[in-house]
């Protein structure tokens, strides 16, 4: 069973739509994440939620909007797509403690044509 | 504000040679820190996680060691074969502005030559 599954696994869209980006984990974690990793392989923080409340909102652009339905869950919704939208998302998840380690999903392709 | 660098950026060896990937973090106070594998097209794998209070873990031929005091970890890899070729990623866990939070560095992309 993979422990955190993100879908789709590739998403291409034209630009100034709206799609999301589903994300589920059965490890039972208290915290889920999205990270967008840039043409550089950077990974930086999106949105972070602990029992269903956001904690961390880095300064992304407000088309971004992650959706979380219930703890296993955290979805990504992104309205009217741009070009620089393109890159890798990944979602995570970890245990509400911070000794632990973080679970990652395989990453959503996303380019914007 | 704690900033992750990996040196080398991209490393090329021969197969069968033991090899070390290097990261470094400007602030000493972590929670722990983490390496993760990360195959083309494919997602993150977590290799090995040290707790602030450790100095080394190991998973077969992968050893991880930490230096706290001088903002220091390595990732040595024993009898490099093929299959380990994909970009070595560390993060380093940390609690700032009311969160935990992960900080990464760019990675080391890792090729093995047959």
């Known amino acids: 069973d993979t422990a955190v599954s993100q879908t789709p696994k590739y998403l291409v869209t034209q630009m100034g739509n709206d799609k999301s980006i589903k994300c589920e984990q059965n490890?039972?974690?208290?915290?889920m994440y999205w990270y967008k990793q840039d043409s550089k392989k950077f990974l930086k923080i999106m949105f972070s939620?602990?029992?269903?409340?956001?904690?961390i909102n880095e300064t992304v652009p407000n088309r971004f909007s992650p959706k979380s339905p219930d703890k296993a869950h955290l979805n990504l919704h992104i309205n009217s797509l741009e070009l620089g939208d393109s890159a890798v998302y990944f979602c995570a998840s970890s245990p509400g403690t911070p000794n632990t380690e973080a679970f990652f999903g395989q990453g959503t392709r996303l380019t914007v044509v | 504000k704690q900033e992750v660098t990996q040196i080398p950026a991209a490393l090329s060896v021969p197969e069968g040679e033991n090899l070390v990937l290097n990261c470094s973090f400007t602030d000493s106070a972590i929670y722990n820190l983490q390496w993760f594998r990360q195959d083309p097209g494919k997602g993150l794998t977590s290799l090995l996680l040290i707790q602030s209070s450790q100095r080394e873990q190991t998973s077969g031929r992968l050893n991880a060691s930490l230096d706290k005091s001088s903002g220091r970890s390595t990732l040595y890899i024993a009898a490099s074969q093929p299959g380990d070729s994909a970009t070595y990623l560390c993060a380093v866990r940390r609690f700032a502005d009311s969160n935990y939070q992960l900080i990464w560095g760019a990675g080391t992309k890792l090729i093995i030559k047959p």
């Open positions: 939620y602990n029992n269903k409340e956001l904690i």
């Open positions: 490890l039972g974690h208290d915290t």
